[in-house]
């Protein structure tokens, strides 16, 4: 019944259909939700003030409940204050980190304008966001998209969101010579490591990851010893493994 998508990037430049045709009619049942306008990058001022309007819709569409429920999954206990305030309308009192406000306004315009059966295009999602809250995201779209019988569409680079998603629902899309593929992960993601994903679906190889091309430039130059004292001896497991399998292949001490 609705299109809606979703983009926090200040690059975006794709056109928006229009709403009516010559006649009047609507052509399109289609929402945008992001930091963008006709005229350009939304500012923080313009951000509350399209929270605030898209706030009181959701009361008119008596969807507070709905709205509040789903903020409260998407918040963190620190900032349950900051939904009491707005659910009060004391939009003056709100004060939110720009990540915050962008993430808590688009929320708030996408249940004001919802309908059964929408589908919802979100475009990387992790932009702006803390780690704990990209998880937040995936489980309000849960319960999001259940409440209104919906369906969403990702197209992300981060492995934690692939981490809280079931391999059937993913698919690679991999270019090479202008070529276009698309694959599925030969592993299951849902619940998967980050590592396992970054090996599988994003084909990090030995050497894209930075912290490799070090360590092994260090073990030609310094003793095993030497290099987990200049770690303090907090060296993750994996780049334990990868240092020690340095000394083996050269032969060092």
């Known amino acids: 019944d609705k299109v809606m998508s979703i983009s926090y990037s200040a690059f975006d430049s794709f056109r928006k259909p229009p709403e009516e045709n010559n006649d009047g009619r609507t052509v399109f049942s289609y929402v945008y939700c992001g930091i963008q306008s006709e005229h350009g990058t939304l500012s923080l001022g313009q951000l509350k003030e399209n929270l605030k309007n898209a706030y009181m819709q959701v009361k008119a569409r008596q969807r507070d409940t ?5 903020l409260s999954v998407l918040m963190e206990e620190e900032h349950q204050r900051t ?14 980190s720009s990540g915050q406000q962008i993430l808590i306004c688009t929320i708030t315009e996408l249940i004001a304008n919802i309908e059964n059966e929408s589908i919802i295009l979100f475009d990387e999602p992790e932009i702006h966001l803390h780690p704990n809250a990209i998880s937040n995201v995936l489980r309000m779209f849960y319960k999001l998209l259940n409440e209104f019988n919906s369906y969403a569409i990702f197209s992300t680079h981060s492995p934690l969101v692939l981490q809280e998603i079931p391999s059937r629902y993913i698919q690679i899309l991999d270019r090479s010579d202008d070529i276009l593929t698309v694959r599925r992960p030969d592993i299951e993601c849902f619940g998967n490591s980050i590592n396992n994903i970054i090996h599988d679906v ?10 490799k091309a070090i360590l092994s430039t260090l073990s030609q130059q310094k003793t095993y010893q030497e290099i987990l004292e200049m770690f303090g001896g907090k060296l993750g497991l994996n780049a334990l493994i990868f240092l020690k399998n340095c000394y083996s292949t050269e032969g060092n001490e």
């Not at 709905?66 to 789903?70: A, G």
């Not at 939904?83 to 939009?91: C, D, H, Y």
């Open 202 to 211: 994003f084909d990090v190889t030995n050497n894209e990851s930075n912290f």
């Open 66 to 70: 709905i709205w509040l429920n789903i």
């Open 83 to 96: 939904v009491e305030l707005i659910a009060n309308e004391q939009f003056e009192d709100v004060n939110l």
